[in-house]
């Protein structure tokens, strides 16, 4: 070998490392889909997120929101207390998701997680740590260990049905409603035990909650979603989507047409439920099926302001036994004038609240608290409130999709693209555990990304 | 597997004891990665957080070191026992946050060098080895956290622990030697059949919805120099 040809082979070998470096991407935006013009119907977080990442890939976006505002179940309420309150969601459950990193990336504040949970036992207001050893809270507590890790064994069962035949003792039974059904947005004798333990077993987001302190969920997903924030289409109610020909026609009740290549539904369950997009041709049978399968109804939050603080300062949760399964206080670590108590209750409770009326739901749910705290504190001191019932609003029509008993893998089957034009995301549509969450509706969002990106790369 | 294990080695100091020559050498150098499967898990990272100013690296650009006892048989043939060392993290710096990825792989392998080329030849410099190396990849994962979150400054979030093997092919040039010490660059090129980071795209990703692999092949190419010191 030639003294120049050594030289040569070792500087080519040498700097080919450079060069398949410089080759290789570190991002899915190798393309750049400029043509494309996909239509996102929602503006919640799964619809903002998706829209935000198709612009980045260079699609051309159009997003159609029938209410009158961005964010869906993401809404804040500014003004009644010196911080924002959360009317949807309000946790940050879980430290390893796109969400967690993009709350972080917009160094918002997150506050103290250490809080105390009370729980009313026996006629009175006791700390739950307190009365751990109490032999029907640690059998409560031992189940909600099993469900948690994922460990539940007792079939597709509503959790009502398995608490009373397993022998559950009726004090600690309002508590386990509150923990199973009401968290997971319904009463336990609507929730597949099965599911919620399928739910836990998929979880990968990890087990902190945490709550935002220096800002709320809506600023936070606007700073992620800036470059699409200004192009939502509000009021935009869309009522026919027909997508038999080659391109999917979108139409709204304010007779306005709009057409793409690409469809991507995020609308809430209750929305598809009663087919209120107008699918053209109708959905396949399975979908149809599947989407009456997964579960999501009455639920609300009641926030609740006092001219005192007449609960433990360190409060977190406050476990009832009447029709409100759980109270929090909705500034601890978040404010240091915290007089605020949030009413938080689904399913069947919320269902017979809403059906009192306003003005009597409201004395029902301070007689529970003045029966937990005495001297009718509550009535007393109450100085304001706000009622959110997701029931009634018309484009969500719930809170949050719930695993109901049968539900099987109709969520799987929802997701499923539609002929390569019609595209499902939205928190329902998550098949690993992470729905009813922000996070959760956002990696639909990227679900559906990621099919229409592949499907243009054919 | 013990059988075998204990066949190799037989074979191995009944070969190291009819060498007419023996060295121990130590390799340096730069280690190139190319693993698809673990580029997507981190392309789909980078695009899902648009909003990061700086993306997060690829798994691609790393160290290399090994140890190797080798023993030469005849002027064309060689043979060595080799402890192979790779490391070839990636760091994606933001301001709130830092994450970083570590997967080292320890490997144990033999190798066996041809040099096809006479004393007289222009090429005489030139050696070809080809290698086979089993071992462990493990993998951290670390993230650094801003101070104003709850979380300790810096946790470990996970660490994988996986079985890995590859064949390589090495090519060796010899610019400069004396009868007890000599000094090779060497290029060299792997296959991994089969690298693994137990649940990397759960952990990283934060999901698991996108059906992504955690497993995949992986090819490697390092250029270094050796060191040997013959007895
Ligand atoms: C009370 C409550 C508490 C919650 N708590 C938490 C929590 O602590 N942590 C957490 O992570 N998550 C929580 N969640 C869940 C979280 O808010 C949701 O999972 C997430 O926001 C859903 O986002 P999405 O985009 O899937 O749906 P949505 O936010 O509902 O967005 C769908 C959008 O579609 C629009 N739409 C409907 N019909 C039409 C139509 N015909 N045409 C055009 N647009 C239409 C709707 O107006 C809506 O804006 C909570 C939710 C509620 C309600």
């Not at chain 1, 393309?31 to 239509?39: P, R």
């Not at chain 2, 990283?204 to 120099?225: K, P």
Request: glycine content about 8%; proline content about 2%.
């Amino acid at each position: 070998m030639k003294r120049r040809d050594f030289l040569l082979t070792s500087t080519a070998l040498f700097l080919s490392p450079v060069f398949l470096t410089a080759c290789r991407k570190r991002n899915l935006n190798s393309k750049n889909f400029k043509s494309t013009k996909v239509i996102v119907i929602g503006a919640g977080a799964a619809g903002m997120y998706c829209a935000q990442l198709l612009h980045k890939a260079g699609c051309e976006v159009i997003i159609l929101e029938a209410g009158a505002q961005i964010g869906g179940r993401i809404r804040k309420l500014e003004g009644f207390s010196d911080f924002p309150i959360e009317l949807g969601a309000e946790e940050i459950h879980g430290e390893r998701s796109a969400y967690y990193n993009l709350v972080k990336s917009t160094n918002t504040a997150i506050a103290d997680g250490d809080t105390k949970d009370f729980i009313y036992l026996d006629n009175a207001l006791q700390d739950l740590e307190v009365v751990a050893n109490d032999a029907d809270v640690k059998a409560a507590e031992a189940f909600l260990d099993t469900l948690e890790e994922g460990n539940y064994k007792g079939g597709d069962v509503d959790a009502e049905g398995y608490i009373s035949a397993n022998g559950f003792s009726t004090r600690v039974r309002p508590y386990l409603n509150a923990r199973i059904g009401n968290e997971h947005g319904t009463s336990n004798d609507r929730i597949s035990l099965q599911g919620v333990n399928i739910e836990n077993e998929l979880w990968t987001a990890g087990n902190t909650n945490a709550l935002l302190k220096g800002g709320a969920h809506i600023d936070v997903l606007q700073k992620a979603c800036a470059d699409v924030w200004a192009k939502v289409q509000l009021n935009a109610v869309v009522n026919q989507i027909n997508y038999a020909g080659g391109e999917v026609e979108v139409k709204t009740t304010a007779n306005q047409t709009f057409t793409a290549a690409k469809v991507v539904v995020t609308v809430p369950i209750p929305l598809l439920k009663t087919n209120s997009l107008g699918f053209n041709p109708s959905l396949p049978s399975a979908k149809s099926e599947a989407i009456q399968k997964i579960g999501m109804g009455a639920g609300m939050k009641v926030i609740l302001k006092f001219s005192q603080r007449f609960w433990d300062a360190s409060t977190g949760s406050i476990f009832g036994t009447g029709l409100v399964p759980e109270f929090w206080s909705t500034g601890t670590g978040r404010s240091a004038n915290n007089n605020c108590l949030t009413a938080f209750v689904h399913g069947k409770n919320a269902e017979q609240l809403v059906a009192m009326g306003n003005a009597a739901m409201l004395s029902k749910i301070l007689s529970e608290l003045d029966a937990m705290f005495g001297n009718a504190v509550a009535t007393s001191s109450l100085t304001d409130h706000y009622i959110m019932n997701w029931q009634n609003e018309t484009f969500v029509k719930g809170t949050y999709s719930y695993p109901s008993v049968g539900e099987g893998n109709a969520r799987e089957v929802l997701a499923a693209p539609l002929d390569n034009k019609l595209y499902f995301a939205g928190e329902a549509t998550h098949t690993k555990g992470h729905f009813a969450s922000i996070h959760g509706a956002m990696e639909t969002g990227l679900r559906a990304v990621k099919e229409i990106l592949e499907s243009l790369e054919k | 597997m013990k059988k075998l294990g204990f066949l190799i080695s037989c074979l191995v100091l009944q070969l190291a004891g009819q060498a007419q020559r023996h060295a121990l050498s130590l390799d340096a150098g730069y280690l190139y990665v190319y693993s698809p499967a673990f580029d997507k898990i981190i392309q789909y990272y980078n695009f899902s957080r648009p909003w990061q100013s700086k993306e997060q690296a690829l798994l691609q650009n790393g160290v290399r070191g090994a140890l190797a006892y080798s023993y030469q048989f005849n002027r064309r043939w060689a043979g060595a026992t080799a402890f192979d060392f790779m490391y070839f993290p990636s760091v994606g710096r933001n301001e709130t946050q830092r994450i970083s990825i570590h997967p080292k792989a320890y490997t144990l392998g033999l190798q066996c060098y041809y040099s096809p080329f006479d004393s007289t030849s222009s090429f005489k410099r030139l050696r070809f080895s080809a290698g086979v190396f089993a071992g462990l990849l493990s993998t951290h994962l670390r993230e650094d956290k801003a101070p104003l979150w709850l979380d300790e400054d810096e946790e470990e979030k996970y660490k994988s622990n996986t079985f890995t093997y590859s064949f390589q092919l090495q090519m060796d040039y010899r610019f400069w030697q004396t009868s007890k010490h000599a000094t090779d660059a060497f290029v060299k090129f792997g296959f991994w059949p089969q690298v693994e980071i137990d649940d990397f795209a759960e952990t990283f990703i934060g999901t698991n919805i996108y059906n992504l692999e955690n497993e995949g092949v992986m090819w490697t190419f390092s250029l270094g120099l050796r060191h040997s010191l013959r007895f």
